[in-house]
């Protein structure tokens, strides 16, 4: 099943201590990106990747590490973490075709279920 | 910076209705336009996609059309559901040079009630 996973779900954590939240698509899609979902706001792009080894800020970088070392991974890192980043997160991923018109279905993204975390 | 509204913010109507939420945007030089279902607490579903060079898109009871000239899309819902309750989102996504942004609407709360 072609499908976009997060780990882990949901986190509960303390000021500073290191984390990381996995992303991995199983689509060989090349573009993957995270964003942070809070009430009012919206969903806020924090970085993307258009390839491997290729990442770009969002909207919204500060606090966050991203790596893309692998195609079909995206971990998104908060070295240290702050209680401004208790949030909704969401990795997604597509493909790009640059150029073509596309048909249905092509660049269309596809979102992890969700991070829920909280840091106190 | 595209930006992107989506009107309204909440919507409540009966079942069977049908309706219409819009999405509009400041840059016409988009790529594509998506729109997503969003129900409490989970993720994003997409619904419909629309490029940059199309007029609409059909999926069951739901159309989307594009206006890139005017900045807008509408998100038609035929006939509506208890089962459609949800936030819907238009995410208008841009190409360049510098990338691929996926910027966001905030989104209409909808409530179909039986």
């Known amino acids: 099943e072609a499908q976009v996973t997060q780990n882990p779900r949901y986190l509960i954590t303390v000021t500073g201590k290191k984390l990381t939240v996995t992303c991995s698509q199983n689509m060989n899609h090349e573009y993957m990106s995270w964003y942070r979902q809070d009430p009012g706001l919206g969903l806020r792009q924090i970085y993307y990747?258009?390839?491997?080894?290729?990442?770009d800020k969002g909207d919204v970088p500060e606090g966050y590490k991203v790596s893309r070392k692998e195609k079909r991974n995206f971990p998104l890192i908060l070295e240290s973490p702050s209680p401004n980043q208790t949030s909704l997160y969401f990795c997604?991923?597509?493909?790009?075709?640059?150029?073509?018109?596309?048909?249905?279905?092509?660049?269309?993204?596809?979102f992890g279920p969700g991070t829920r975390l909280t840091v106190l | 910076k595209q930006e992107v509204t989506q009107i309204p913010a909440a919507l409540s109507v009966p079942e069977g209705e049908n309706l219409v939420l819009n999405c509009s945007f400041t840059d016409s030089a988009i790529y594509n336009l998506q729109w997503f279902r969003q129900d409490p607490g989970k993720g994003l579903t997409s619904l419909l996609l629309?490029?940059?060079?199309?007029r609409e898109q059909t999926s069951g009871r739901l159309n989307a059309s594009l206006d890139k000239s005017s900045g807008r899309s509408t998100l038609y819902i035929a006939a509506s559901q208890p089962g459609d309750s949800a936030t819907y989102l238009c995410a208008v996504a841009d190409l360049s040079n510098s990338g691929y942004a996926l910027n966001f609407g905030k989104g209409t709360s909808l409530l179909v009630t039986p």
């Open positions: 629309i490029q940059s060079s199309q």
């Open positions: 990747s258009m390839n491997v080894e290729v990442t």
């Open positions: 997604a991923s597509s493909n790009i075709e640059h150029g073509l018109a596309g048909g249905i279905g092509s660049n269309e993204q596809f």
